[in-house]
């Protein structure tokens, strides 16, 4: 007997259409419902001040105004057991459908005239109007999401498209038109800016021909490539403190400009992030929530853009006790960036890792969504086994000397909404003086 084959990602074959929309067909065999992305790329940097929104808003109304949505493709992929959503990222909109196997020929059709015949209307522009204004209004009495926008507006620089939300500002939303959506995609979207991922069990039908008969059709338009615009740090670290409505809880949340994927430490920066926040057993959560009971759960990630990133720790403290709250997470950091790491605890976090891979990546949904990821951001579906054979030969002291190079506790910017005691000292004891609440 031979020992086992290693597991190893899903590939693609890989085509280009005539009209220059790019295919990605992946077999994996006895998946009967198939999982369909259509990635655009189109960033969020084509937006000017004036018309930040509107990707986010094109991205939403694609859906809503699909021709015959109500008696036509789109119904009937409802009516045949599939489902199609919409979501949209600052590298840009993304489609995610399901459906089964044989129905995959309907899908397509359904999805070409969404994406292709995009016709959008006043009624839905209005709807997606009131809807950002809705979340807008209510982020501010959303600790967990009023927090997360303050972070992101002091680790990146002001400038940057990646400092404020994709749904845009009240500001940009004074002035956003419908006119505004037409003209995006009229000059920015076509085939070519198009990427098309099939995952399921294509044995049971002639993939590439049903895609070339639903897509195939439409022209080509000439698009100059869209070059999305990388996000860049702002200044030094910042405390920015917001009241809340007098709960129990505080959310706080620490971070950093980081590093993306394409980083050759991006293995130890996953490791690390898996040891201090990534379940009840994290470093941050036996010391936070087992030892001194502050805390529900601490979170730690690293959260890569297309070129950078951020680091983040964020969670809901006991609001008398913010300030030991965020002592211990700089504890904890500084312990991890000066090895003293466990190196059994690390070996099983590091087997973990990259047993689940095949676990993860087990359902079409899994594969298409990091297929979608990868392909936004212009990366190799090489890189996840590549990833994982870098995490395989990884040990705790090159994982601490690469964090030591990622994160210093002393510069992290720190952000807490809820309620705290403005008498007390920084919260993150970095040097701040004071709350400096705003």
């Not at 809705?134 to 992101?152: F, M, Q, T, Y």
């Not at 845009?168 to 920015?188: K, M, N, P």
């Not at 999305?228 to 949340?253: A, E």
């Not at 994160?407 to 970095?430: E, I, N, Q, Y």
Request: with cysteine; glycine share 10%; proline share 7%.
């Amino acid at each position: 007997m031979t020992a086992p084959r290693a597991w190893r990602f899903p590939a693609a074959r890989t085509f280009l259409l005539d009209n220059g929309m790019r295919v990605k067909l992946v077999d994996m065999p006895g998946r009967f419902v198939a999982s369909v992305a259509v990635v655009v790329g189109l960033p969020t940097a084509v937006e000017t001040p004036r018309t930040e929104g509107v990707v986010g808003a094109y991205s939403a109304m694609m859906l809503a105004d699909a021709p015959h949505a109500k008696a036509g493709p789109v119904s009937d992929v409802a009516k045949a057991g599939g489902m199609i959503t919409t979501k949209c990222g600052h590298r840009g909109p993304a489609v995610l459908a399901d459906c089964p196997v044989l129905e995959l020929p309907r899908l397509f059709e359904a999805l070409a005239a969404m994406l292709l015949r995009f016709e959008p209307t006043a009624r839905s522009f209005d709807a997606h109007r009131r809807l950002v204004a809705a979340e807008l209004a209510v982020e501010s009495d959303d600790p967990a999401g009023l927090a997360n926008k303050l972070l992101h507006e002091s680790v990146l620089d002001p400038a940057s498209r990646y400092s404020r939300p994709m749904s845009g500002t009240e500001r940009s939303w004074q002035h956003l038109s419908l006119a505004d959506v037409v003209e995006l995609y009229e000059t920015q979207v076509g085939p070519r800016q198009m990427t098309l991922i099939v995952v399921g069990d294509l044995s049971m039908l002639d993939a590439a021909k049903a895609v070339a008969d639903a897509f195939g059709g439409y022209p080509g338009r000439d698009r100059p490539p869209v070059a999305d615009r990388p996000p860049t740090p702002g200044g030094g670290p910042r405390l920015l403190c917001r009241s809340g409505r007098g709960g129990p809880q505080t959310r706080l949340m620490l971070g950093c400009f980081a590093t993306d994927r394409l980083d050759p430490r991006w293995p130890s920066a996953r490791a690390a992030a898996e040891l201090l926040g990534a379940g009840p057993n994290s470093l941050l959560n036996a010391e936070l929530r087992g030892r001194m009971a502050l805390t529900y759960g601490v979170e730690a990630r690293f959260l890569p853009f297309f070129s950078g990133g951020m680091f983040v720790v964020s969670g809901a403290v006991d609001a008398e006790h913010s300030e030991q709250a965020a002592a211990a997470i700089l504890r904890v950091l500084h312990e991890v960036r000066h090895g003293a790491v466990d190196p059994d605890l690390f070996e099983r976090v590091r087997r973990r890792m990259i047993s689940t891979a095949a676990e993860i990546y087990e359902s079409t949904l899994a594969v298409a969504q990091q297929y979608t990821e990868l392909v936004s951001c212009g990366i190799d579906e090489s890189y996840i086994d590549d990833h994982l054979d870098r995490l395989g030969s990884l040990d705790a002291a090159r994982m601490a000397d690469d964090f030591r190079g990622l994160v210093d506790p002393g510069r992290l910017h720190t952000v807490a909404v809820g309620r705290f005691d403005p008498r007390a000292p920084a919260l993150a004891g970095s040097g701040l003086d004071g709350l400096g609440c705003a």
